[in-house]
């Protein structure tokens, strides 16, 4: 019980957070080449889904230039200045308050993942992630070019209730290594037990599917009990069909990178009125404006 109450220091997490991240990375690529290999036994490795998964990488690298080495400070000095002078507790970071954050930050993740599927903008962004046809670990690694700001407005409240600005940090890392994990066709159904749970490749196969009844399913980052709670969630059934409804047919990184911006671009600028092109930026994609309107 004293490990329980045991108070760590800031430093301490961080150096948890840059460790485990970076081991974990590593962990990927070794398993991204199982999969490869195993694509190969299966002679069914060829240059579009080596191109794809290079893309992936590259879109990556675009969105770790940008986001996290341009904007990180402000990222994570946004939650000083809430935890400074909005908080309204001080927690101490403890084994209690770790596991505490962590299911906080996957709840902050089902709405803010559930936002970029249902507001135009939101998908603009997250739709580069989407856009792969195919679903392995390097999928995961697939972003788009604001992704890495629609998270600060979610985890915020965090901030606000007192757990301290770099457990938040660490609680969304290990909730981002966790989905990463999940972008793997090699690993099939798990135990019923744990398919109730928490989320499982299976489930974000599901996520990742085009078909019709997969759409805007299984939104869940650990624990796909929010999907069940929130009504979102959807089985494995069917053989899922990857992608995006309107087919990308590119593996060019900077098409794949910016195309949901400028399809919204293209949208809003193309509109009869601002109305209507706040429509576009606002409303789910694939809305369409009133013709009379």
């Not at 220091?9 to 485990?20: D, H, K, L, P």
């Not at 996957?106 to 249902?118: C, I, K, L, P, V």
């Not at 135009?120 to 999928?139: D, E, K, M, Q």
């Not at 293209?266 to 994609?285: E, I, K, S, V």
Request: with cysteine; net charge neutral; aromatic share 18%.
């Amino acid at each position: 019980m004293d490990f329980l109450n045991q108070v760590f220091s800031e430093n301490q997490v961080f150096a948890w957070e840059t460790r485990i991240a970076d081991w974990f990375f590593f962990a990927s690529i070794l398993f991204l080449l199982f999969e490869l290999v195993r694509l190969l036994v299966r002679k069914s490795l060829n240059w579009q889904v080596i191109g794809d998964t290079l893309t992936n990488f590259v879109t990556f690298f675009a969105f770790f230039i940008s986001n996290i080495v341009v904007l990180g400070i402000f990222y994570v000095g946004a939650y000083y200045l809430i935890y400074e002078y909005l908080s309204i507790a001080r927690i101490p970071i403890t084994p209690w308050s770790i596991a505490l954050c962590v299911v906080a930050a996957d709840f902050a993740y089902y709405w803010e993942h559930r936002f970029t599927h249902r507001v135009g903008f939101g998908w603009a962004t997250h739709t580069v992630h989407h856009s792969s046809p195919y679903f392995n670990i390097s999928v995961a690694y697939r972003f788009g070019p604001i992704d890495g700001i629609i998270p600060l407005f979610f985890h915020a409240p965090l901030a606000v209730l007192g757990f301290h600005p770099l457990l938040i940090v660490f609680s969304e890392t290990m909730v981002q290594i966790y989905q990463t994990a999940l972008h793997t066709e090699v690993i099939g159904k798990l135990p019923k037990p744990v398919e109730a749970v928490m989320n499982t490749p299976s489930h974000h196969r599901v996520h990742h599917g085009s078909n019709p009844q997969y759409l805007d399913k299984n939104y869940a980052g650990m624990f796909i009990v929010w999907d069940r709670l929130f009504g979102t969630f959807e089985e494995e059934r069917e053989k899922v069909v990857y992608g995006i409804t309107e087919p990308l047919n590119s593996v060019n990184p900077i098409t794949v990178f910016f195309h949901g911006l400028t399809r919204l671009y293209r949208q809003m600028a193309g509109a009869r009125n601002a109305r209507t092109a706040f429509g576009f930026l606002l409303r789910p994609p694939g809305w369409t404006p009133n013709p009379k309107a």
